[in-house]
């Protein structure tokens, strides 16, 4: 059974930091592109970051970049996403995901999804 369990978020003040982390199971990580999505209320749901498992390729959306680092420790089977400089903007539930395909930024490429984690930044 395949499973993706983040952890991490919480409230913050605007430009501060927080680490998201997302532990995986149940799956063979070299097939997979790891990538993290964030949802705000009433909004589609919207591509991060991604990164391929062997490589190590990192994809960013324009607004995160610069800001947010994506990253994963194989041993420990588990994808970060450290986020710096926060933002009111960047408040969100955020969502790690796998995909099998390159196809890093849509969101109906992915196969698995977590439970989401809240971030909340206070302006």
């Known amino acids: 059974q395949v499973q993706l369990v983040e952890s991490g978020g919480g409230l913050v003040q605007a430009g501060g930091s927080l680490r998201l982390s997302c532990v995986a199971s149940?799956?063979?990580?070299?097939?997979?592109?790891m990538g993290w999505f964030r949802q705000v209320s009433g909004k589609e749901r919207e591509f991060v970051a991604a990164q391929t498992w062997t490589t190590g390729n990192t994809w960013y959306a324009s607004d995160v970049k610069g800001r947010f680092t994506i990253s994963r420790d194989s041993a420990k089977n588990t994808v970060y996403l450290q986020m710096n400089s926060l933002q009111f903007e960047d408040t969100a539930v955020y969502y790690c995901a796998a995909t099998s395909t390159l196809l890093y930024a849509r969101e109906d490429s992915y196969n698995y999804w977590g439970q989401g984690t809240q971030v909340t930044v206070s302006s």
């Open positions: 149940g799956i063979t990580f070299s097939r997979y592109t």
